[in-house]
């Protein structure tokens, strides 16, 4: 069974172009969530879907960022216009039930770097 | 506020040694905590996580973690490290809505032969 995948793994962009990076959860996973690690910080909640809804966006930093989930399948992170403080490892996860936000598998990561 | 934190930063042990790595969490009712690891190129992996009941939890690839209330803590274990063990370890806990995971800074092993 195919894990949580995300596209690209690695993206080096330049100050106030937009990214947009991809998550395709594990088939059948109703909840996706987007989390991002800042170089040297914790890794931070940024938003929730259940199928295409966002259930909590309360993470996400600006309104530069926007995230949706169209169809209730893979899910897209948009970063527009990028800044220098935007860096970092973005993950998602996906996980079956509500309630089971402890179940939730990661993927790999999409190391973003603005310059 | 909730908080869960990772003391250390990096650490390093001999290969057959026992580990130990710390987390203390900030929580009101019964936290739900979860251990992490993260090998260079992968994905988080969930090593174990508590619930209720016995406190000590048994988890993959030899861990255990034992979750102390009077001290907030849920330290991570294993008796003896294999070099395959090198990887980043994060201890979360679960946001009072269940909704979300709050992470620790995380804790970097290294394990030297």
């Known amino acids: 069974e195919a894990g949580v995948t995300q596209f690209p793994s690695h993206s080096v962009i330049e100050k106030g172009q937009t990214v947009t990076l991809r998550c395709d959860p594990i088939s059948g996973h109703d909840n996706l969530y987007w989390y991002r690690r800042v170089m040297g910080k914790e890794i931070k909640f940024l938003l929730h879907?259940?199928?295409?809804?966002?259930?909590?966006e309360s993470g996400m930093p600006n309104n530069r960022f926007l995230a949706e989930r169209t169809g209730g399948t893979y899910s897209t992170l948009k970063v527009q216009p990028a800044e220098l403080e935007d860096s970092g490892v973005y993950f998602c996860?996906?996980?079956?039930?509500?309630?089971?936000?402890?179940?939730?598998?990661f993927g790999q990561g999409t190391r973003l770097t603005v310059v | 506020a909730q908080s869960v934190t990772q003391p250390d930063i990096h650490i390093t042990v001999s290969e057959g040694a026992s580990l130990e790595l710390r987390c203390n969490y900030s929580y009101g009712a019964t936290p739900y905590l979860f251990w992490y690891v993260q090998s260079p190129g992968q994905g988080l992996q969930l090593l174990l996580k508590?619930?209720?009941?016995?406190?000590l939890v048994q988890g993959i690839k030899g861990f255990e973690a034992e979750f102390k209330r009077s001290q907030s803590s849920f330290n991570l274990r294993k008796p003896s490290v294999h070099w395959s063990d090198a990887a980043e370890y994060f201890c979360a806990g679960l946001n009072q809505a269940g909704t979300a995971l709050i992470f620790g800074k995380g804790t970097t092993l290294s394990v030297s032969s």
């Open positions: 996860a996906s996980s079956e039930w509500e309630e089971s936000t402890t179940e939730a598998f």
């Open positions: 508590y619930f209720s009941g016995d406190t």
């Open positions: 879907f259940v199928k295409e809804s966002k259930q909590d």
